[in-house]
């Protein structure tokens, strides 16, 4: 095969305010793991993976979980987070080596994606085209009011679900990140700094076993979903 050329960068800098306990979600153990490992591991595997980068909270980065190490060190980094979701993205994507070509940035949230999720987000992304996981919306959506009252029913055509991993051109997601930050904006995820320059973005088809854990009740399904695929 031709030289690794994919850089991956897992975001995994939140405070985990959410969860509840105090305790660093992308740290917790979920389906026999850490959860950040879960996704170390699954893009380590993959032959075409040059290096990850993990951002993690400063104190980290020094001083990181040993569990961290059952990985291939010599295609590992650790990064500093930063004071948003797209500094941390910034961070970890200067921390790549030149070789990486092709980006992948994931959310350590999701520590189910499945491999063949992945190679959808690769292939698009080594052809020149911005591509994000996702899937459509079924559900009726309706918007309401501060109150809770409804006020229309939302049309859920053309609706999709983001997630992740996102892939992109290496300099297409930097140019963006650059614009934006020039520009003082801050996105919810990178596919938006993308939009924002005016590049077009695909999506492939995701899963639901990407789910993110944002909740403390998250971890039960995610254990579930896991003893599912078993």
């Known amino acids: 095969m031709t ?6 960068v897992i ?3 939140g405070l985990s305010s959410r969860t ?4 660093l979600k992308q740290f917790k153990w979920v389906a026999g793991r850490p959860m950040l490992l879960h996704s170390l591991q699954l893009f380590q595997s993959r032959p075409d993976v040059a290096m990850v980068v993990c951002v993690v909270p400063r104190q980290y980065v020094g001083d ?3 569990w961290i190490f059952q990985s291939d060190s010599d295609r590992l980094l650790l990064s500093v987070g930063g004071r948003t979701r797209s500094e941390s993205v910034r961070n970890g994507l200067a921390d790549l080596p030149a070789s990486c070509r092709v980006i992948l940035i994931h959310d350590a949230a999701r520590p189910l994606v499945p491999m063949a999720v992945v190679d959808r987000v690769v292939e698009a992304a080594r052809g020149g085209t911005s591509a994000i996981a996702a899937l459509p919306v079924v559900d009726t959506l309706k918007a309401v009011d501060a109150a809770g009252r409804i006020v229309r029913t939302v049309s859920r055509e053309g609706l ?3 997630q992740t991993p996102q892939g992109f051109p290496r300099h297409v997601i930097e140019r963006a990140h650059q614009t934006a930050m020039d520009g003082g904006y801050d996105g919810t995820d990178d596919a938006a700094l993308v939009e924002l320059i005016g590049v077009p973005v695909m999506v492939v088809r995701g899963s639901e076993r990407a ?3 944002t909740e403390a009740g998250d971890f039960s399904r995610v254990e579930a979903m896991h003893e599912l695929a078993d």
């Open 160 to 162: 999709w679900r983001a």
């Open 64 to 66: 990181p979980p040993p």
């Open 20 to 23: 509840g306990d105090g305790e």
């Open 211 to 213: 789910m993110k854990v």
């Open 11 to 13: 975001v995994a800098a």
């Open 3 to 8: 030289a690794p050329d994919v850089g991956i």
